[in-house]
T-cell receptor, first 112, second 116 residues
Framework: SQQGEEDPQALSIQEGENATMNCSYK?????LQWYRQNSGRGLVHLIL?????REKHSGRLRVTLDTSKKSSSLLITASRAADTASYFC????????????FGKGTSLLVTP | DVKVTQSSRYLVKRTGEKVFLECVQD?????MFWYRQDPGLGLRLIYF???????EKGDIPEGYSVSREKKERFSLILESASTNQTSMYLC???????????????FGPGTRLTVL
């Protein structure tokens, strides 16, 4: 069953600006992951943050996790037109086992 | 380069036909998954498999079955296709938990299925 819920559903920014997307979930997790999907394509794994971590960086990506609030945020700094895509959070937990629960995604548009 | 491949990018079938969607991974992953993706509904898990010949139902298994005879191949079967199964189908694979993996999934490019 879907657990993650992204906010906002859609986001439009200009190149060079930062983009922030949020994800909330309902039950305890082992880790939370972010994926990107370019139009009509499969998903690509971006970053994974474990439940005992609070912040993680990868290139222009910064992910935070607040397990007390059951929420995460993905920050993309200095956005580029190539960052235009849908972004999904996914949770893995003791209930889901091997499977991930995906949210419905945030659609990001970065205009030149 | 790791890869998950799906047999077709686009597929058009008629109502009542039996449809096979094939997925192959070359990463020796234990786990394989089938999702469908629909606008406004996100990704929903249909079935997954954590070992050869093993399968588990996901959130929406009705109208679907799966087959995993070899570790690298996971097939999704629509026994009698219906128009409400028109969707994007995504296959994914991941390492088994025993290997120390944390469930990062690798996705195929997707199959856009239209049932007329």
């Amino acid at each position: 069953s879907q657990q993650g819920e992204e906010d906002p559903q859609a986001l439009s920014i200009q190149e060079g600006e930062n983009a922030t997307m949020n994800c909330s979930y309902k039950t305890s997790i082992n880790n939370l992951q972010w994926y990107r999907q370019n139009s009509g394509r499969g998903l690509v794994h971006l970053i994974l943050i474990r439940s005992n971590e609070r912040e993680k960086h990868s290139g222009r990506l910064r992910v935070t996790l607040d397990t007390s609030k059951k929420s995460s945020s993905l920050l993309i700094t200095a956005s580029r037109a190539a960052d235009t895509a849908s972004y999904f959070c996914a949770t893995a937990g003791p209930i889901s086992g091997y499977a991930l629960n995906f949210g419905k995604g945030t659609s990001l548009l970065v205009t030149p | 380069d790791v890869k998950v491949t799906q047999s077709s990018r686009y597929l058009v079938k008629r109502t009542g036909e039996k449809v096979f969607l094939e997925c192959v991974q070359d990463m020796d992953h234990e786990n394989m998954f089938w999702y469908r993706q629909d606008p406004g509904l996100g990704l929903r898990l249909i079935y997954f498999s954590y070992d050869v010949k093993m399968k588990e139902k996901g959130d929406i298994p009705e109208g679907y079955s799966v087959s995993r005879e070899k570790k690298e191949r996971f097939s999704l079967i629509l026994e009698s296709a219906s128009t409400n199964q028109t969707s994007m189908y995504l296959c994914a694979s991941s390492r088994g938990f025993e290997a120390g993996g944390y469930n990062e999934q690798f996705f195929g490019p997707g199959t856009r299925l239209t049932v007329l």
